[in-house]
């Protein structure tokens, strides 16, 4: 529950309003495991809560640590399915990549993830709960959160509006909106909508500078074409100083040449936006490559030389799948590695 849900639960209990901020950061800030460990609540409401609610948490069922220092988390969920988290810390952030679904129906070729299909939704409090177990786990404070792991976030969105209240309020786990991202493939409708609900960082998922590669390698372009996602681009409402990041992977001999350079500067013109260029990470069952790093660097130049911003993201946790495009239920992983 976000605060005004839990506010709403406390008046159902002829409780005050301020007892509902009280919860929060007994939960989110103080990360107590039950109701009686809230020591400021008269006790008949911390005894009624007992009785009534649910401090539900996700299990940790494994924890993988990259060389690089990259860690993989699989949280088991109630109904025995699995979620990973990825938890990457560098010099000036620590960034908690997060789930928000179980597996993915958007059915992206270059991902792993998507080889599972849609097993569910994450539900609100699974969402935020793997912010709050992962940095139970680890010494250093989390600072960014992106919304890039398993799942499309726009396509749970009730789920995901809920769970970004509490990642940003003052009672929960306080992050600035600037610190998190949500990242979408490009459901129209919902970016529209997106932009009117939250101002969070938007991030897009384009891999591609024209409607044939990308028909070819995200299916859902063929619903929502570049067209209307440029223009739904240019129509959303961006804070001062704020851009839209478009992510980019490059995948080997498909869309990494200089003609597909050129052809996307010219479709992101009038767009505030920067550029992450993601080297596609390998996996044993993808049938795309690697670009050479001359080809990756002559990517970039050429969009550098158009002035647009464009970092190369460097891949983090490849040795545990635990880069872009390679998460995927552990149970699920096991199945599709040895039975297909
Ligand atoms: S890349 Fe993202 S949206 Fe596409 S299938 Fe994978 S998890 Fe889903």
């Given at each position: 529950m976000d605060w005004h849900k839990l506010k709403g639960l406390l008046e159902s209990y002829d409780?005050?309003?301020?007892r509902a901020q009280q919860i929060m950061k007994w939960v989110f800030q103080k990360k107590v495991s039950s109701f009686s460990q809230m020591t400021d609540l008269p006790e008949i409401l911390r005894e009624k809560l007992e009785k009534e609610c649910q401090l539900t948490t996700l299990i940790l069922a494994q924890r993988q640590k990259s060389q690089d220092g990259t860690e993989k988390f699989l949280f088991e969920l109630s109904d025995k399915n699995t979620v990973e988290t990825v938890y990457i810390p560098s010099d000036d952030r620590v960034t908690l990549c997060i789930s928000?679904?179980?597996?993915?129906?958007?059915?992206?070729?270059?991902?792993?993830?998507?080889?599972?299909?849609?097993v569910r939704h994450l539900m609100p409090f699974e969402i935020v709960s793997q912010v709050l177990e992962v940095q139970k786990q680890?010494?250093?404070?989390?600072t960014n959160i992106v919304m890039?792991?398993?799942?499309?976030p726009l396509d749970n969105y009730e789920a995901v509006i809920d769970a970004l209240k509490i990642l940003e309020s003052p009672w929960g786990?306080?992050?600035?909106?600037?610190?998190i991202t949500v990242s979408t493939v490009g459901l129209v409708p919902e970016i529209l909508r997106f932009g009117k609900d939250s101002d969070v960082n938007l991030a897009i998922s384009l891999n591609a500078p024209n409607d044939e590669i990308r028909n070819q390698i995200m299916p859902m372009n063929k619903k929502y074409p570049l067209k209307e996602l440029f223009e739904a681009c240019k129509q959303y409402p961006l804070k001062k100083n704020r851009r839209i990041t478009f992510e980019y992977v490059l995948l080997g001999g498909i869309n990494d040449g200089l003609e597909h350079a050129k052809e996307l500067a010219l479709q992101i013109k009038g767009i505030r936006c920067k550029i992450n260029l993601i080297p596609f990470n390998e996996?044993?069952?993808?049938?795309f490559k690697r670009p050479s790093d001359e080809t990756i660097f002559t990517f970039q130049e050429y969009l550098i030389n158009q002035n647009i911003t464009v970092l190369i993201r460097k891949s983090r946790g490849r040795d545990i799948l635990a880069a872009c495009g390679q998460l995927v239920s552990q149970h699920y992983t096991e199945k599709f590695l040895t039975v297909h």
């Open positions: 409780e005050k309003p301020f928000t679904q179980v597996g993915c129906r958007m059915g992206c070729k270059f991902c792993l993830t998507a080889k599972q299909g849609l680890v010494s250093q404070r989390i890039m792991g398993m799942g499309e786990f306080q992050f600035s909106q600037r610190k996996h044993p069952k993808g049938p």
